[in-house]
């Protein structure tokens, strides 16, 4: 069984890079032939919602959401979630009834074909940079203003411990309560039965989604309390 995850791993690699390859021209015409954020949203929702359940057919991964109902498509959220393997991010925007934008990491850009999405896609910060850091919040801000929803990773890495969650950062929690914006919190429940390390199988992927948080009236001093009660929500899920 090792060795056939391997081989299957290795596999969705391959697939991946070579369906986002067919995918370039797509987004270029979109980029071409819609204005600005127009494009930004149409090159989105494409990735979102074609080329990820493509590429999970693909890989014989089946999603089982629960809780989408609970979302209003119309509304911008501070979206949470929990970060265990390499397919977390393709699992956590289609199980998301709209389009958001990702906090990612700065080095997901040196990625062949990849990196160029990520660039144009996604807002970038260099965690090494204070500066970047700084200018990361503000585009956070506008972006949100602007209606997207954005996805931030509270253990602000993949978690390759033992442990079912990373400790939480503040960041994801402090934007929500800046922006008075409802923290929406996805939970992937099993999916170390389906990817581990650099293993992967078919089967089927559970995400849970909890009630939305209000965030309105709330202040910095929340924080701490805020981070515990979406710690506790996401290890009911988890156990």
């Known amino acids: 069984m090792t060795i056939f995850k391997k081989i299957w791993a290795g596999y969705a690699v391959l697939l991946f890079l070579m369906l986002m390859l067919v995918s370039l021209p797509v987004l270029l015409v979109f980029m071409a032939f819609t204005p600005g954020e127009r494009a930004l949203r149409n090159n989105i929702f494409y990735l979102h919602h074609i080329f990820t359940p493509l590429f ?7 999603l089982k ?6 979302l209003d498509p119309k509304q911008s959220y501070v979206i949470v979630g929990n970060h265990r393997s390499a397919l977390d991010f393709i699992v956590h925007a289609h199980a998301f009834p709209g389009v958001f934008r990702f906090l990612a990491k700065q080095e997901l850009q040196k990625i062949p074909v990849f990196g160029w999405v990520v660039k ?8 090494s940079s204070a ?8 585009a956070l801000k506008e972006n949100l203003a602007n209606g997207w929803s954005i996805f931030i990773y509270p253990e602000g890495s993949r978690n390759k411990s033992d442990d079912l969650l990373g400790p939480f950062y503040d960041g994801a ?13 996805e939970t992937i429940v099993n999916m170390s039965k389906i990817a581990s390390g650099y293993g992967l199988r078919p089967g089927t992927v559970r995400i849970v989604w909890d009630e939305p948080i209000p ?4 202040t910095a001093a929340d924080i701490p309390a805020l981070k515990e009660r979406v710690e506790k929500m996401m290890l009911g899920r988890l156990v």
């Open 56 to 62: 999970l057919t693909l890989v014989g991964i089946r």
């Open 65 to 70: 959401v629960e809780g989408r109902e609970k």
């Open 120 to 127: 144009k896609m996604c807002l970038t910060v260099d965690r």
């Open 131 to 138: 500066m970047s850091r700084a200018r990361s919040v503000v």
């Open 173 to 185: 929690f402090r934007i929500a309560i800046q922006t008075k914006a409802p923290l929406a919190v």
């Open 215 to 218: 965030t309105g009236g709330m």
